[in-house]
């Protein structure tokens, strides 16, 4: 039985994301900042900053795998970024390095790539578009991309960034529809990075069915992804809840309309937004 530690486990990706993997017959290490008292059976808990290396490779010794999701998880001054997204990400690592670990996955965001411009604006986005972060997060989670390509192809780490959308029950407007993932549609993406024995580096996209909608997540499936779940089906609801805006209206025109990262986009947008849409080249 694999033991798979999960940084950030106390989170709420952490926490649903714990219970896939026991779910698929894991022992899980479940590490975070706070204590996590409701361990289950396979299961146990530790109390540590990502920060602190040495306990980090302490603990991590013995593991197969490494789900590192610790992080700055809102658009926090650069100060937070960096010592949670940008230290953390080297510190975890690092750790995973010395205590053996051979194979990382990366919790990313599409936020990397949050300020390119999404249907009908543009084309579908692929992996290996140039990164348009929408924020100070979605920078730290591209450094922290960088940190795992690093890693694969300098140490020979196996590693998997999943790029997640937005991890729930069900998509919840008009943008998510192409970037929701279901629960356990993220621990099959997951389970794909730690068994997966080609894996050097990859990024995938972590949504469910979301054919044609915003992304194309073709090295997903090329590494035998089969989402379980999709959006089709929501189109009725979610346009009677959160309907298209008049074209040519300020909010037609709005970052957080025109582009993948939505409100992430929008904070402290400054100017129009044809630089945005302008000069659209082929991003598959």
Known sequence: MKRIAITGAAGLVGTGLRTQLLVR???????????IPDTAPNEE??????????????????????????????DAPWP???????????????AARKAGVGRVVYASSHHVVGLHPRAPHGPVMGDTAILRPDSRYG????????????????YGMKVLSVRIGNV???????????SWISWRDLGQLVAIGIERDDLT?????????????????????????VP?????????????????????????????????GGQFSQSEYEGDTDRLIARTRSIA
């Not at 540590?48 to 998880?73: F, S």
């Not at 970024?81 to 690092?94: H, T, W």
């Not at 729930?168 to 192409?178: A, E, H, S, Y």
Request: contains cysteine.
């Open 80 to 94: 937070e970024q960096v010592k949670l997204s940008v230290e953390g990400s080297i510190n975890v690592f690092d």
């Open 139 to 154: 920078v730290g989670k591209a450094f922290g991309e960088s940190v795992g390509a690093l890693y694969a192809f300098k």
């Open 45 to 74: 808990a530790a109390v540590v900053d990502i920060n602190d290396q040495p306990e980090m490779t302490r603990l991590l010794k013995g593991c197969d795998a490494v789900v590192h999701l610790a992080a700055c998880t809102v």
């Open 228 to 260: 379980l779940d999709g959006s089709e089906g929501w189109d009725e609801q979610i346009l009677r809840e959160d309907p298209v805006p008049k074209p040519g209206s300020p909010e037609a025109r709005s970052a957080a309309e025109v582009s993948l």
């Open 168 to 178: 729930n029950t069900k998509p919840i407007d008009r943008r998510r529809m192409g």
């Open 201 to 225: 580096f990859e990024i995938v996209y972590g949504i469910s069915d979301a054919t044609g909608r915003h992304y194309d997540n073709a090295s997903a499936y090329r590494l035998g992804y």
């Open 25 to 35: 017959g894991y022992r899980v290490l479940a590490l975070d900042v706070k204590p």
